[in-house]
């Protein structure tokens, strides 16, 4: 069975301290790393996809890396608009089903 | 382009009352998923759509949950009869095709509590 183990459970940071959430994985034939962002109240919004071993993503302050067992987000010089709930999940090559793990809940004071 | 639309956005049931939930994907979305996420956990793929044929639903369960998408369009998901332990946000989601290259976006979801 696919697990996905996110830490730390919370992240408190003040603007402009960076910082790093880890995602650890065990799955069959991965086919895809997912990171979503969550605010209170709202669905999960799609930040990246890594596929491989070694891939790299940014966007903003926002840089997602992927090894083979597992992937960190990294956060440069956060804002408090950063605050949120980072889940992280994994896609299996034999199937279409995202395995989510328990979110990171980051809170970012000015 | 509008998102995935989803109502009602809160609904307080007693137990053994039965609830319905409704989701509107993204136009041309062809996939459509339902998720459930209990507070501080992550969702949890409670049945898949692919157009309005199941995809997988292994995880949903059966005896007291079922889910329809007519048409290939709208989709819902209802609970009869609930339970306690379905107090959850129920997550609606599409993508464009079914599998690894297409991103999901998910509605703002329904915060049901069953008391």
């Known amino acids: 069975e696919d697990q996905v183990t996110q830490s730390p459970e919370a992240l408190r940071l003040q603007e402009g301290e960076s910082s790093s959430l880890n995602c650890s994985y065990t799955?069959?034939?991965?086919?895809?790393l997912f990171w979503y962002r969550q605010d209170p109240g709202k669905g999960p919004e799609f930040l990246f996809t890594l596929y491989s071993a070694g891939e790299e993503k940014e966007k903003e302050r926002l840089k997602a890396t992927l090894t083979k067992k597992e992937s960190f987000l990294h956060i440069t010089a956060p804002k408090p608009e950063d605050s949120a709930t980072y889940l992280c999940a994994v896609r299996r090559s034999n199937d279409y089903k995202l395995s989510f793990g328990a979110g990171t809940t980051v809170t970012v004071r000015a | 382009e509008a998102g995935v639309a989803q109502s009602p956005r809160y609904k307080i049931i007693e137990k053994r009352q039965s609830v319905a939930f409704w989701c509107n994907p993204i136009?041309?979305?062809?996939?459509l998923y339902w998720y459930q996420q209990i507070l501080g956990q992550g969702p949890k793929l409670l049945i898949q759509?692919?157009?309005?044929?199941?995809?997988?639903d292994s995880q949903l369960p059966k005896d007291r949950f079922s889910a329809e998408r007519l048409k290939g369009v709208d989709s819902t998901l209802k609970i009869q009869p609930a339970k306690l332990e379905d107090s959850a946000v129920y997550l609606c989601a599409s993508s464009l095709v079914a599998g690894g290259f297409s991103e999901q976006y998910f509605g703002p979801g329904t915060r049901l509590t069953v008391t």
């Open positions: 136009s041309g979305h062809a996939t």
């Open positions: 759509f692919q157009n309005n044929g199941v995809v997988d």
């Open positions: 799955v069959s034939g991965l086919r895809g």
